[in-house]
């Protein structure tokens, strides 16, 4: 199974601030890479699929680079809505894994 | 309105038995993977297993195999997770969501991310 690993597993932030969360792969997955936002109590949010594509009603704020087996997730600008906990996926394989989460605290 | 709503979580003994569900509506369910996914509290995201729209391929974790079984009824939009000889460490909220599809200039079909989750069933596994 490919394994994904995120670093940090925690980032303390503060309104404004620009922030990078990275994503690695055991072996090469192409872009088949997504980014999900969860708010304690709901659910996973989709934020990015193919590595960099913006799913419809995300704000631009949020941007996805990478291929290969190094992602990154950007926030330009965080506002109060994104202290969450984001995950990044892999869907290279029909065998689906998730990062461990990193989660985005104020500081 | 386009959702997923699954059911059937609860309490239940090691070594017993559960079946989740989850109801699709608003959209074509019969032309869509759905995935289960579950958290345990306080952790990630662990995937769970996935049937192809057609129900002819299904996948499964290692750590799932052999004892869960996923299905779907696509006459009722209703996709299914027989859990037997359910462990401690099963206990999770599950989750089924949408992966969703698009198509290429050539045609080709590409299976991504996704789209729709459900909000969740609760699954405690406790003597």
């Known amino acids: 199974d490919i394994q994904m690993t995120q670093s940090p597993s925690t980032l303390s932030a503060s309104v404004g601030d620009r922030v990078t969360i990275t994503c690695r792969a055991s072996?090469?997955?192409?872009?088949?890479l997504a980014w999900y936002q969860q708010k304690p109590g709901k659910a996973p949010k989709l934020l990015i699929y193919?590595?960099?594509s913006l799913e419809s009603g995300v704000p631009s704020r949020f941007s996805g680079s990478g291929s290969g087996t190094e992602f990154t997730l950007t926030i330009s600008s965080l506002q109060p809505d994104d202290f969450a906990t984001y995950y990044c996926?892999?869907?290279?394989?029909?065998?689906?894994?998730f990062g461990q989460g990193t989660r985005l605290e104020i500081k | 309105q386009v959702q997923l709503v699954e059911s059937g979580g609860g309490v239940v003994q090691p070594g017993r038995s559960l079946r989740l569900s989850c109801a699709a509506s608003?959209?074509?369910?019969?032309?869509?993977?759905i995935h289960w996914v579950r958290q345990a509290p306080g952790k990630g995201l662990e995937w769970v297993a996935v049937?192809?729209?057609?129900?002819?391929?299904?996948y499964y974790a290692d750590s799932v195999k052999g004892r869960f079984t996923i299905s779907r009824d696509n006459s009722k939009n209703t996709l299914y997770l027989q859990m037997n000889s359910l462990r401690a460490e099963d206990t999770a909220l599950y989750y089924c969501?949408?992966?969703?599809?698009?198509?290429?200039?050539?045609?080709?079909?590409?299976?991504?991310?996704?789209?729709?989750w459900g909000q969740g069933t609760m699954v405690t596994v406790s003597s």
């Open positions: 969501a949408r992966r969703y599809y698009y198509y290429d200039n050539s045609g080709s079909r590409f299976d991504c991310a996704f789209d729709i």
């Open positions: 608003g959209f074509t369910f019969s032309t869509y993977a």
């Open positions: 049937i192809s729209y057609d129900g002819s391929n299904k």
């Open positions: 072996q090469s997955i192409s872009s088949w």
């Open positions: 193919d590595a960099s």
């Open positions: 996926q892999q869907y290279n394989s029909y065998s689906i894994t």
